[in-house]
Each structure stands twice: as C-alpha cells, then as structure tokens.
C-alpha cells in the first residue's frame, strides 16, 4: 500500500505564495507519476498539476499555469506544489495524488491515479 500526506495548507492574502508538500511512503511506492488536484465546495474536483517519474517533464490546469510549479525529489519521495499569486478562486481543499506502480507518463484523469491524501486546505482571502 501507499500512504499520502499533504502539508501546508492554510490562509493568505490576494497575491501570497504557499508551498505544499506531499510525503509518500509504503512499501511498494515506486516514485510513480504524481499529480495534484483541487475541490472546492459545490464543484468536482479537478486537475492542477502532474509531473512524471523523473520530474522531467510537467503539466497545469490552464487556470494555474505560470502561476503554480510541481516538483519532486525522490530521494526524500516527496512531492511540492509551490503556488504563487494565489487568487480567491483558488480556495480549494488540495489533494495529492499518485499513479500506480506500473504506469508511465502524465495524466490529467482522476481515475488515473490509485492514491490520494487526505487534502489540505487552502484559503485566499480577497
């Protein structure tokens, strides 16, 4: 099994930065592709970020592009999500997320992913 733990949540200002992490651990967490994804209340919850087993190559939500960077370093199974210029519609409950042991590549599809955290709350006041 694989256990996710998000950290770093909280409350700031229009325009403030926060950084989450992600810890994972378990014996068979292999450093698979991992993502980030947000729910706010009354919407589903949908794709912020992903970044692939290397952390060679990424994606974004359109809405947090240039705004947001994932990172990982798998000495420490750790994964970030640094958010800059944080918005008022970026309040949202975060979770971290992570594919299976045999999957490759970066995907957007909650269904993709076979372990979630059990999400950290962000709140941008405006």
């Known amino acids: 099994q694989v256990q996710l733990v998000e950290s770093g949540g909280g409350l700031v200002q229009t325009g403030g930065s926060l950084r989450l992490s992600c810890a994972a651990s378990g014996r068979t967490f292999n450093n698979p592709p991992m993502g980030w994804f947000r729910q706010a209340p009354g919407k589903e919850r949908e794709f912020v970020a992903a970044?692939?087993?290397?952390?060679?190559?990424?994606n974004y939500a359109d809405s947090v592009k240039g705004r947001f960077t994932i990172s990982r370093d798998n000495a420490k199974n750790t994964v970030w999500l640094q958010m800059n210029s944080l918005k008022p519609e970026d309040t949202a409950v975060y979770y971290c997320a992570a594919r299976g042991a045999a999957a490759y590549g970066l995907s957007y599809t909650p269904g993709a992913y076979s372990y979630w955290g059990q999400g950290t709350q962000v709140t941008v006041s405006s």
């Open positions: 970044i692939t087993r290397s952390g060679g190559a990424t």
